[in-house]
């Protein structure tokens, strides 16, 4: 079972910034992409950036050029820079682990959410 815990999120006016943060824990053997969905109300659950185990990047193009994602040291822990943030950013961010057990099998982890709101 792996567990994920984000941090982060919080009330900024618009062009602020915020970090997003998820740490993974629990019985890990192999996270192989991490990376952060978002989510408004009444809308589908969107891709907003993900990072490889070799950290190759992939980003949403509303938020590319606004957005760094990136990996600790351990590997196990990834960041949302979020710059030039804009109302239209206000959602709930999922962190998202996708990884490889002991067998072969993928599995998919989710975290339980921070909101973001961009307003003034």
């Known amino acids: 079972q792996v567990q994920l815990v984000e941090s982060g999120g919080g009330l900024v006016q618009p062009g602020g910034s915020l970090r997003l943060s998820c740490a993974a824990s629990?019985?890990?053997?192999?996270?192989?992409?991490m990376g952060w969905y978002r989510q408004a109300p009444g809308q589908q659950r969107e891709l907003v950036a993900t990072i490889t185990s070799d950290d190759n990047t992939n980003y949403a193009d509303s938020v590319k050029g606004r957005c760094t994602i990136s990996r600790g040291n351990a590997k196990s822990t990834v960041y949302l820079q979020m710059n030039s943030l804009k109302p239209e950013d206000t959602a709930v961010y999922y962190c998202k682990a996708e990884t490889t057990t002991s067998w072969g099998s993928r599995l998919d982890y989710w975290g339980q959410g921070t909101q973001v709101t961009v307003s003034s």
């Open positions: 629990g019985s890990i053997f192999a996270i192989n992409v």
